[in-house]
């Protein structure tokens, strides 16, 4: 990587380290210069977002991974959060879940928000399938 090149700025809402692990290693692999940043549940990434305890210098990202089922607050909720407010609704957002659940995928957003949920074989998305993640074009939600 070039000193020209710029990293993406993501964060990633991910409870499961397993999954983290993967993601990281799917960035790795596709080869996209990225610069992650990690929070396990709804309420530490809406600090992160919001300039809160211990994240008063977190950068603001360009692009968010979230998933829907966490502790403490749910993917939904942060969703609603970060479209209902000004500064923060332009950030893409991409939706995964391991739930085969089909009503996990059901996410309404409103008209002109930049949201993808990822499909998959059973209502999700598996973390380590790179098709799935060559299909999200991250230069058009950007």
């Given amino acids: 990587m070039t000193a020209a090149t710029a990293l993406l700025r993501v964060l990633l809402v991910e409870d499961d ?3 983290v692990a993967l993601m990281e290693s799917s960035f ?7 610069e992650l940043h990690h929070v396990v549940d709804g309420a530490e990434a809406l600090a992160f ?9 977190a950068p603001r ?8 089922n966490m502790p403490r607050v749910d993917g939904r909720q942060v969703l609603a959060e970060i479209k209902a407010d000004e500064q923060l609704k332009a950030i893409p957002v991409v939706v995964f879940t391991t739930s085969a659940n089909p009503n996990a995928r059901k996410i309404s957003v409103g008209p002109g928000r930049r949201v993808v949920c990822l499909p998959g074989s059973s209502g999700s998305v598996r973390l380590d399938d790179r098709a799935a993640w060559r299909a999200v074009d991250v230069k058009k939600l950007l």
């Fill in 17 to 19: 380290l397993g999954d």
């Fill in 28 to 34: 790795a692999e596709l080869q996209v210069p990225a």
């Fill in 49 to 57: 977002l919001h300039h809160e305890a211990g994240y008063a210098d």
């Fill in 61 to 68: 990202p360009d692009l968010i991974l979230l998933d829907l």
